[in-house]
């Protein structure tokens, strides 16, 4: 792109140019799309229109001097005389008419970056947003990697490489909270609070909200902040919006795509399908699963389709919009896994895996907007949304084991796992919201809200074949021996809902003192949360081992079912009721150029758990009775119309995660590590503070600088700890933690050429103690310790950097190419100094066009991943190589211990818009 740029520009070193900036008489503003027409030798004219800061140039014109003729809409037509090699700026006097009767109508780009960039200059409170048109000309589809643009944010990624959850300022996915148009959902995860942001298509939104603080009329329990996504909404005239696309990952040039067949398979466990005292069979498990089809050359496809109107003379607003994703991702994985020496505290890696994972997605958005105007001082809202994600995921893997050498020969191990996965993710979501003006002064809102997300896991289905590793008795090398059948293989089901029914009510008066304005608020909210979730794992062993080998044909191979019952009694088979009740009070005053919003809010939280283990373990059942005040003050002091300087202030708590709390041992067997619950958890309470300078110079040109600083208290986080003999992955509170930085987010255009770039340093600090292992004269030891580390999931340095061509008008061309950074980061805390395991830095180049070729038809194209970065882990502590004879793949001396690489391709989509 920057090479055709450049040669474009070549002409016009030998040809004179002339440029000029039209703008507003009375307040300075640039105006986009003005219309310049400059009169050349023989009576010719040239046209040009103003870009995006009100420029024009002309260029391969004489050197002479030339009339410059200026009309705009509403302005008085000016004519003057410019000279190329001088840059003049042109004013433009508003239009004058006395009219007896004016009728003014008009309607708003909502999904436009004006009027996205006047929300976030308006706010109360320190937040950052994305439009829907720049979204639509983003590298993005799903809402989760267009948060990755914002200042401040970066991803945790899935299995695919694609983003899933948000990041905000470093604060861990447990510390935000997901709303749609202001409203909390509930979540499809089947062990968390919070909202895998994959799941929602980007091209239904008008835009993306990042909110930083947080207000009284807010719920409190987001201390890294919030994610909004408003949602399309009915338009003020008819309009019809389509794509279609289709795409391709470069991995299928070289490999296939592995595909599985789980229509055989049940939807639910044998023993949720016919009761409790029911034994299953392996008639409940189809071999279906592990019949695996090679897909040559996948394609990926796009669809996208909205349309709104306004009836009943302007009362009834209607809009209808879906969104189809089907994409297709091969992946490739090394991962190694490691132990802490016993007398060196040293990692030492013990066996490597070889990992290839295919992966299917299909996306599905579904949404309404209904609004009845029953006039100036009533409205109805009614939203209702549904949003899908179904996976397919197949998953081969080797696993060598690395104590060959220290055992002897003849004593290894090599073992050879196939996983299938479908599983799929639900939320709905329905909202009736009123509107009422009571008096001139007095407002009421209230919503009643019904949400229902679930999240079904059916028959995961794994096989593990073991080839141990001979001595040829004849040469006396190593040979494999045959793929003798493991008896770990297993059929597992989870099924998981969040069913949430909430009410709203707001109530405002507005009065005025003096040369001030005050606007009281008080309101209240109530969700009576239901939350169950269900899980059986049947263990499959072969009817005779010693005999039976796997040649890839599983019809050959004879199974029975070692727990015919299935885990009945597993913690994990639990339900959770939770009732959260809420009231604030805030008031907002401006006065001059100040305006002051600030009050309190009240939370009373109620959680009651019931969980299936055996009466004789600690915390069957359970409850949990808290409240909390959260006091929250926001002041913004206008310098000037284009300056502003925001001071923010909130308290906010972070609940623990319900899978968190309830106790259960090793859930997922097919996970790194088991995983344990902890009933004693406390919930994270944090003070946040931010300071915020704003510069606006020229329509869509910002500067903004901002420090923030966070003191948490108890926060959670997952670490390595020992539980008798076993090592698990268990949430824990670890004392008290800060969090502090600054903020830079940086825009610029020159006419259809743009930059936007924004940087977030960030620093926390935990302080938690270790396990420092070693030896003695008499064997081997080990002390606690004291370690100060940055919290889990936090990067120092994040950055976003954007260059791109925009000319709506003239070309209809709009181009990016963008590049983010995120720096290194603790991905898994381990109980042992120095022995975390840390993701490295991660940049990510992505590039997407679009180009109008007829009126209401664009084509477009986005490319995902061009630099093909990998996803790595380590442990920040030199590899020694002690634990094995001879050399590791991937393994350094003196490097840090490699631990994880997933490599994901490159991703390409070519489409066609449609836009009335």
């Known amino acids: 792109m920057f090479l055709l740029l450049a040669l474009g520009a070549l002409p016009a070193f030998s040809q004179a140019v002339m440029k000029g900036q039209v703008v507003d008489k009375q307040s300075g503003e640039p105006l986009q799309g003005a219309l310049v027409q400059v009169t050349l030798k023989e009576g010719k004219k040239a046209v040009a229109l103003t870009g995006l800061n009100g420029q024009f140039v002309f260029r391969n014109v004489s050197s002479a001097s030339h009339k410059v003729t200026v009309t705009y809409v509403g302005y008085e037509t000016t004519a003057t005389e410019l000279t190329p090699?001088?840059?003049?700026?042109?004013?433009?006097?508003?239009?004058?008419?006395?009219?007896?009767?004016?009728t003014v109508s008009g309607k708003?780009?909502?999904?436009?970056?004006?009027?996205?960039?006047?929300?976030?200059?308006?706010?109360?409170?320190?937040?950052?947003?994305?439009?829907?048109?720049?979204?639509e000309i983003s590298p993005d589809l799903t809402v989760a990697n267009v948060t990755q643009r914002v200042s401040g944010v970066s991803l945790e990624r899935s299995t695919n490489g694609e983003?899933?959850?948000?990041?905000?300022?470093?604060?861990?996915?447990?510390?935000?909270?997901?709303?749609?148009?202001?409203?909390?959902?509930?979540?499809?995860?089947?062990?968390?609070?919070?909202?895998p942001l994959d799941i929602f298509p980007s091209d239904l939104m008008d835009r993306i909200e990042v909110s930083k603080a947080l207000l009284p009329n807010m719920e409190g329990d987001a201390i890294g902040g919030a994610v909004n996504m408003v949602m399309k909404d009915a338009p003020a005239t008819f309009s019809v919006k389509?794509?279609?696309?289709?795409?391709?990952?470069?991995?299928?040039?070289?490999?296939?795509?592995?595909?599985?067949?789980?229509?055989?398979?049940?939807?639910?466990?044998?023993?949720?399908?016919?009761?409790?005292?029911y034994q299953a069979g392996m008639q409940d498990f189809p071999n279906s699963a592990f019949t695996y089809i090679p897909k040559h050359n996948p394609l990926a496809s796009v669809l996208g389709l909205s349309i709104g109107n306004r009836f009943l003379h302007d009362k009834l607003g209607v809009l209808v919009a879906g969104s189809y994703q089907n994409t297709y991702r091969n992946v490739n994985t090394v991962f190694f896994d490691s132990e802490t020496d016993r007398n060196t505290n040293n990692a030492v890696v013990t066996s490597i895996e070889q990992r290839h994972y295919s992966i299917q997605q299909q996306r599905t958005g579904l949404h309404s907007k209904l609004d009845y105007k029953f006039d100036n001082n009533n409205k109805l809202n009614l939203y209702v949304a549904y949003m899908n994600l179904e996976k397919n995921e197949y998953?081969?893997?080797?696993?060598?084991?690395?104590?060959?050498?220290?055992?002897?020969?003849?004593?290894?191990?090599?073992?050879?796992?196939?996983?299938?996965?479908h599983d799929v993710q639900q939320i709905f979501n329905a909202t009736l919201n009123g509107e009422h003006s009571l008096t001139k002064r007095l407002s009421l809102n209230w919503s009643a809200v019904y949400s229902k997300a679930t999240d079904n896991n059916p028959d995961v289905a794994k096989l593990n074949v073991v080839t141990g590793v001979a001595k040829d008795p004849v040469t006396g090398n190593l040979v494999q021996a045959p793929h003798n059948l493991d008896a770990s293989s297993s059929r597992q089901f989870f099924h998981n809902s969040d069913e949430d029914k909430s009410g709203y009510l707001n109530l405002k008066y507005r009065t005025g003192f003096g040369k001030s304005k005050w606007e009281w608020s008080v309101g209240g909210m109530y969700r009576d949360k239901s939350r169950s979730s269900t899980y059986d794992n049947y263990n499959l062993r072969p009817t005779n081992p010693s005999i039976q080998t796997y040649d890839g044909d599983i019809s050959k191979n004879n199974f029975y079912v070692f727990n015919p019952a299935g885990t009945f009694d597993d913690a994990l088979n639990y339900d959770a009721k939770e009732k959260i009740a809420a009231g604030y009070a805030m008031l907002k005053v401006e006065w001059k150029k100040l305006d002051i919003t600030g009050g309190a809010r009240y939370e009373h939280t109620d959680l009651t758990w019931i969980n299936a283990t055996s009466t004789a373990v600690k915390g069957k059942t359970g409850s949990i009775n808290y409240?909390?005040?959260?006091?929250?003050?926001?002041?913004?002091?206008?310098?000037?119309?284009?300056?502003a300087l925001r001071f923010s202030y909130y308290s906010a708590i972070s609940r623990p995660n319900f899978y968190d709390i309830v106790p259960h041992i090793g859930g997922d067997n097919d996970a790194d590590w088991k995983e344990s619950g902890n009933p004693n958890l406390k919930r994270t309470t944090a003070e946040n503070f931010d300071l915020r300078y704003e510069l606006f110079p020229h329509d869509l040109d910002q500067l903004l600088a901002g420090v923030f600083y966070k003191r948490l208290n108890n926060p959670i986080e997952y670490a390595l700890e020992n539980v008798g003999t076993n090592v698990y992955y268990i949430p824990d509170n670890f004392g008290n933690a800060s969090n502090y930085g600054f903020e830079l987010d940086f825009v610029k255009f020159f006419r259809w050429f743009g930059v936007k770039a924004n940087y977030t340093f960030t620093n926390s600090e935990i302080t938690?103690?270790?396990?420092?292992?070693?030896?003695?004269?008499?064997?081997?030891?080990?002390?606690?310790?004291?370690?100060?580390?940055?919290?889990?999931?936090?990067?120092?340095?994040?950055?976003?950097?954007?260059?791109?061509?925009?000319?709506?008008?003239?070309?209809?061309?709009?181009?990016?190419?963008?590049?983010g950074y995120t720096s290194r980061r603790i991905n898994t805390v381990s109980q042992y100094l120095d022995n975390d395991i840390w993701q490295k830095g991660f940049a990510q180049l992505d590039f997407s066009v679009e180009k109008r070729v007829v009126k209401h038809w664009y084509v477009y194209a986005k490319v995902n991943n061009l630099l093909n970065t990998?996803?790595?882990?380590?442990?920040?502590?030199?590899y020694t190589g002690a634990a094995v004879v001879g050399d590791v793949p991937y393994q350094e001396k003196g490097k840090n211990v490699f631990i994880r690489k997933d490599t994901y391709g490159m991703n390409f989509l070519l489409g066609v818009r449609f836009k009335l």
């Not at 090699?85 to 004016?102: A, M």
């Not at 409240?627 to 300056?643: E, F, G, I, N, T």
């Open 85 to 102: 090699g001088t840059e003049l700026s042109i004013t433009l006097d508003r239009t004058k008419n006395d009219l007896q009767n004016v």
């Open 108 to 135: 708003t780009d909502r999904g436009g970056e004006k009027y996205t960039m006047q929300i976030d200059r308006k706010a109360d409170i320190v937040q950052n947003s994305v439009s829907a048109r720049a979204i």
């Open 163 to 195: 983003g899933q959850y948000p990041i905000i300022r470093g604060m861990d996915k447990r510390y935000i909270y997901t709303l749609v148009n202001g409203i909390k959902i509930p979540s499809p995860d089947n062990k968390n609070r919070y909202v």
């Open 242 to 277: 389509a794509n279609a696309a289709v795409g391709f990952a470069n991995k299928f040039f070289t490999e296939d795509f592995t595909r599985f067949n789980n229509g055989p398979s049940l939807n639910s466990s044998p023993r949720q399908l016919n009761g409790s005292a």
């Open 395 to 421: 998953r081969s893997v080797s696993d060598t084991s690395l104590e060959l050498g220290r055992q002897g020969p003849g004593t290894g191990r090599i073992s050879n796992s196939y996983r299938t996965i």
């Open 627 to 643: 409240y909390d005040v959260l006091p929250s003050v926001s002041a913004k002091y206008a310098l000037s119309k284009r300056q």
């Open 768 to 819: 938690t103690t270790k396990v420092r292992r070693f030896s003695t004269p008499t064997g081997q030891s080990s002390e606690l310790v004291s370690q100060t580390r940055p919290l889990q999931g936090q990067s120092k340095h994040i950055g976003n950097i954007s260059v791109f061509v925009k000319d709506d008008n003239k070309l209809g061309l709009n181009a990016q190419l963008a590049l």
């Open 870 to 878: 990998p996803a790595e882990l380590e442990i920040r502590q030199p």
